[in-house]
């Protein structure tokens, strides 16, 4: 892109009328500059970021992620600077937008995976990602940092609405790869707290909840659900938060993926990233969780170090009449039952315990996604 080219684009997209946040680990961060630098930036760019280390990077996120330089994890860091954003600016939402990018380039030692870039951007209404693996030897950092810099500018001018259509390739043989999703009308106002939760596949309030993150669904979840099923006697709804006490806030194209996987089933999809939460928007609900989650919502950590807001909220969901049926899990190299945990005695009390004769799968997501 020629200078005239790029000073005219980054032009338009200062009065777009859109408020952005732009982060990135290192790569891509020529655009900074850029952005910044030509007139009108005030009117574009809230905050631009670079959480270069691996404790800056989850700080940014609010949670904990897989590897650094990959898809999701661009997503993940344009969804947190949606939700920087909103907290920053007064802006109506759907004008503000999060735009994040994540690169592995040539350095001062050979690499033995590819030099490749991740970037995308969020709006209210739609998550977009890209990718592209560069040809290894052919720049240098500074070439590659360019092209860096240029692939994340145009994903600012499309978020901006100022740009349409791929990036421009850095050559034949770097091809860029875009997936798109558009949220439907209730996803979004689910994410801007205009409504609580959505129903697909059943009628009526939930009865007996499963919640979970379900990155997959595997076969120890399958058999918790026959056993909830025997034991209550009603339909197991799968429940899906969108936030998550120490995991990033779920994007567009993260939600589509895990609700396919839900395909088969009764799903409640919330905004509730705590039992608390949950309880409000299912009263009266059986909820199937495992020892690990039970050990959390005792957990004083969860609540600012506070014993007293914990038992509060442990207090509050008795009041709405909500329990727990839990199963145990492998934890520390041991298989843990709830009665194994230092419980508070209230919270002790509303769980019903799957003995481990009745329940034992040694397997989780975070196994089956490092071997997939």
Same mark, same amino acid.
Request: glycine residues 8%; hydrophobic residues 40%.
């Given at each position: 892109?020629?200078?005239?080219?790029?000073? *005219?684009?980054?032009?338009?997209?200062?009065?777009?009328?859109?408020?952005?946040?732009?982060?990135?680990?290192?790569?891509?961060?020529?655009?900074? /500059?850029?952005?910044?630098?030509?007139?009108?930036?005030?009117?574009?760019?809230?905050?631009?970021?670079?959480?270069?280390?691996?404790?800056?990077?989850?700080?940014?996120?609010?949670?904990?992620?897989?590897?650094?330089?990959? @898809?999701?994890?661009?997503?993940?860091?344009?969804?947190?600077?949606?939700?920087?954003?909103?907290?920053?600016?007064?802006?109506?939402?759907?004008?503000?937008?999060?735009?994040?990018?994540?690169?592995?380039?040539?350095?001062?030692?050979?690499?033995?995976?590819?030099?490749?870039?991740?970037?995308?951007?969020?709006?209210?209404?739609?998550?977009?990602?890209?990718?592209?693996?560069?040809?290894?030897?052919?720049?240098?950092?500074?070439?590659?940092?360019?092209?860096?810099?240029?692939?994340?500018?145009?994903?600012?001018?499309?978020?901006?609405?100022?740009?349409?259509?791929?990036?421009? @390739?850095?050559?034949?043989? @770097?091809?860029?790869?875009?997936?798109?999703?558009?949220?439907?009308?209730?996803?979004?106002?689910?994410?801007? $707290?205009?409504?609580?939760?959505?129903?697909?596949?059943?009628?009526?309030?939930?009865?007996?909840?499963?919640? #979970?993150?379900?990155?997959?669904?595997?076969?120890?979840?399958?058999?918790?659900?026959?056993?909830?099923?025997?034991?209550? #006697?009603?339909?197991?709804?799968?429940?899906?938060?969108?936030?998550?006490? *120490?995991?990033?806030?779920?994007?567009?194209?993260?939600?589509?993926?895990?609700?396919?996987?839900?395909?088969?089933?009764?799903?409640?999809?919330?905004?509730?990233?705590?039992?608390?939460?949950?309880?409000?928007?299912? /009263?009266?609900?059986?909820?199937?969780?495992?020892? *690990?989650?039970?050990?959390?919502?005792?957990?004083?950590?969860?609540? *600012?170090?506070?014993?007293?807001?914990?038992?509060?909220?442990?207090?509050?969901?008795?009041?709405? $009449?909500?329990?727990?049926?839990?199963?145990?899990?492998?934890?520390? #190299?041991?298989?843990?039952?709830?009665?194994?945990?230092?419980? /508070?005695?209230?919270?002790?009390?509303?769980?019903?315990?799957?003995?481990?004769?009745?329940?034992?799968?040694?397997?989780?997501?975070?196994?089956?996604?490092?071997?997939?």
């Amino acid at each position: 892109m020629s200078a005239s080219s790029q000073h *005219d684009l980054i032009e338009r997209i200062h009065a777009s009328g859109r408020g952005c946040i732009l982060s990135l680990t290192g790569g891509g961060s020529l655009a900074i /500059p850029i952005l910044l630098t030509t007139p009108g930036a005030s009117a574009t760019m809230l905050e631009a970021v670079v959480p270069y280390a691996a404790e800056a990077l989850a700080d940014w996120l609010g949670g904990k992620f897989n590897q650094a330089c990959c @898809e999701p994890t661009a997503r993940a860091m344009a969804m947190a600077g949606f939700e920087r954003a909103r907290k920053l600016s007064a802006a109506e939402p759907t004008t503000l937008r999060g735009i994040g990018a994540t690169a592995s380039l040539a350095t001062t030692r050979p690499k033995r995976g590819p030099h490749r870039i991740h970037f995308a951007w969020h709006s209210a209404e739609a998550t977009v990602s890209y990718s592209c693996e560069l040809v290894k030897g052919q720049r240098t950092r500074a070439e590659e940092e360019a092209v860096a810099a240029e692939l994340v500018l145009h994903a600012v001018a499309e978020a901006c609405g100022v740009a349409s259509g791929p990036p421009r @390739e850095p050559s034949p043989d @770097e091809p860029v790869n875009r997936r798109e999703k558009r949220a439907p009308k209730e996803w979004t106002e689910l994410l801007l $707290g205009q409504r609580q939760s959505v129903l697909y596949r059943i009628d009526g309030p939930p009865r007996v909840v499963f919640s #979970g993150a379900f990155n997959p669904l595997h076969a120890g979840h399958h058999r918790m659900a026959e056993i909830a099923f025997a034991r209550c #006697g009603a339909p197991v709804v799968m429940e899906l938060s969108i936030a998550n006490v *120490d995991k990033p806030t779920l994007d567009f194209l993260e939600l589509e993926s895990r609700l396919a996987g839900l395909s088969d089933h009764p799903v409640l999809l919330t905004r509730a990233a705590t039992f608390a939460e949950k309880a409000a928007v299912v /009263p009266g609900a059986v909820f199937v969780v495992g020892a *690990d989650t039970i050990a959390r919502i005792a957990d004083e950590k969860y609540y *600012d170090g506070n014993c007293e807001k914990r038992d509060s909220a442990i207090a509050g969901i008795a009041v709405h $009449g909500c329990r727990f049926l839990a199963f145990g899990r492998v934890a520390d #190299g041991r298989f843990m039952l709830p009665s194994d945990l230092n419980l /508070p005695s209230q919270l002790r009390d509303m769980c019903e315990e799957v003995c481990e004769s009745e329940f034992r799968q040694d397997v989780c997501s975070t196994e089956l996604r490092a071997e997939s």
